[in-house]
């Protein structure tokens, strides 16, 4: 059951923006999106026509803001020394007043990879560290902090590489499972002290049904596919993603960072444009879906526009289902 709710509102007008990362920092607001721009690029199966060249920063001073301000670019590729293309969803993490942003781009063998640039601000300029993190591959990281420890979580499907994965390596004859076998897992490792490195192989996360089954990967309507994002509520550990080809936003319910997590519904309907990337964070005691969508460049799936809802969970802490068409 899908219920309206109140007044989504996009949150920038001039460019276009996408995926966004949303944290609160020192009182004021910051939004890590990535920076849709034209292309010539046509390539939808391997999402070639996302060719984004550069990270932005924006901020709000509180929720009530209207629109968010753009500080600029705060990262460029030629900048990055062992990216090639494509600047996809990042996020960012503080650890002792440093800033790390995190960031997947292909490198220039064509696989994507997972980066982090650092800033003694949240603003930034940052800057990229020369190699990207040993071990790393595939798209959308995410990082929690989480009883002083961070975690990261990555992975995307076609575009985004995973299928080409099995136990952290690259397979040239990997494909995604087929239909009657488990789903591909998002992954997830812990970071080392400086946050810059893994400090374990990265381990899968399982996703279960409601009979404790890992959902399977002809299971387009609830197993993951890219976009993954986690947060608590009441002590329960909530991970979001999009499930891609069917173009929603859901969620499963956890005990820890690691699952395994248990799948409870839909948090938004199809959005116009194919993706659907979000974050879900709490601001001045009221929840907030941040997310995006293709309408205001008339359903180009490249050129997407930031917009914030408010989120509400029921009684027992379940996310109410959000149109995304609103
Ligand atoms: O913005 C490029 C890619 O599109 C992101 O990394 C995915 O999550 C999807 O939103």
Redesign the pocket.
């Known amino acids: 059951m899908v219920c309206a709710q109140q007044n989504p509102r996009y949150l920038f007008d001039d460019l276009y923006f ?2 966004p990362s949303i944290h609160v920092f020192n009182n004021k607001i910051f939004i890590y999106p ?1 920076h ?1 721009i034209d292309t010539e690029v046509k390539d939808p199966t391997n ?1 070639g026509h ?1 060719n ?1 060249k550069d990270y932005h920063v924006l901020s709000m001073d509180n929720i009530q803001q209207e629109k968010a301000k753009d500080l600029g670019i705060v990262l460029k590729l030629e900048d990055i020394p062992w990216a090639d293309k ?1 600047l ?2 990042p996020d960012i993490a503080e650890k002792n007043s440093k800033y790390f942003l995190y960031f ?1 781009a292909k490198d220039k063998k064509g696989n994507f990879k997972i980066g982090v640039a650092t800033s003694n601000t949240p603003e930034g300029p940052f800057t990229a560290e020369k190699n990207p993190i040993k071990g790393s591959y595939s ?2 990281p995410t990082v929690l902090k989480d009883n002083n420890q961070y975690y990261i979580y990555f992975g ?1 499907l076609k ?2 590489q995973l299928e080409k994965y099995r136990n952290n390596k690259l397979l040239s004859e990997a494909k995604e499972p087929n239909d009657q076998d488990n789903a591909l897992s998002p992954k997830i490792a812990l970071l080392s002290k400086n946050i810059l490195e893994f400090a374990e192989k990265p381990r899968d996360i399982l996703i279960l049904d409601e009979n404790g089954n890992p959902l399977k990967a002809g299971d387009h309507e609830r197993r993951f596919f ?2 993954v994002w986690i947060h608590k509520y009441n002590n329960t550990y909530y991970l979001s993603y ?1 499930t891609g080809d069917t173009h929603k936003l859901v969620y499963a319910i956890g005990n820890n960072p690691y699952g395994p997590f248990t799948f409870q519904g839909e948090i938004l309907s199809p959005v116009v444009g194919w ?3 979000h974050s879900i964070v709490e601001i001045d005691k009221k929840w907030y879906l941040f997310y ?1 969508d293709s309408k205001p460049s008339g359903g180009k799936n490249h050129l ?1 526009s930031i917009k914030v809802r408010e989120l509400q969970y029921d009684q027992q802490g379940h996310i109410k289902p959000m149109n995304g068409q609103d």
């Open positions: 996408a995926d990535s849709d999402g996302y984004m494509q996809w969803a997947p798209i959308d995307g575009g985004g890219e976009g999009s993706t659907t990337h995006h997407r």
